[in-house]
Nanobody
Framework: QVQLVESGGGLVQAGGSLRLSCAASRRAFSTYAMGWFRQAPGKERECVATIAWSGGSTYYADSVKGRFTISRDNAKNTVYLQMNSLKPEDTAVYYC?????????????????WGQGTQVTVSE
């Protein structure tokens, strides 16, 4: 079992930045692929960015490429999402997800463990 705790959400003006963190409870964190997903009201949960266990491979949704960066610190059992140039359409609850495996996975159903979510609100 893996427990994930997100932090770093909040309210920011358009053009601003936030950094989300996700701390994992499991010692074998370095063997887990990690992902950030988001869900806006009335919309399906969507993949934002994912990272392989080694950190060497990443994936970004087209809507966030060039603005968001996913990274991980396996020594701290933590994955990060640096979000720059935020837009109102980035407003959503952001979820951290984990699964065992060496690849980076992009589907909601690919992940076995989820955090409780953190709200990100971007104002005009």
């Amino acid at each position: 079992q893996v427990q994930l705790v997100e932090s770093g959400g909040g309210l920011v003006q358009a053009g601003g930045s936030l950094r989300l963190s996700c701390a994992a409870s499991r010692r074998a964190f370095s063997t887990y692929a990690m992902g950030w997903f988001r869900q806006a009201p009335g919309k399906e949960r969507e993949c934002v960015a994912t990272i392989a266990w080694s950190g060497g491979s990443t994936y970004y949704a087209d809507s966030v490429k060039g603005r968001f960066t996913i990274s991980r610190d396996n020594a701290k059992n933590t994955v990060y999402l640096q979000m720059n140039s935020l837009k109102p359409e980035d407003t959503a609850v952001y979820y951290c997800a984990a699964r065992s495996g060496s690849y980076y996975y992009t589907g909601v159903d690919d992940y076995h463990y989820w955090g409780q979510g953190t709200q990100v609100t971007v104002s005009e």
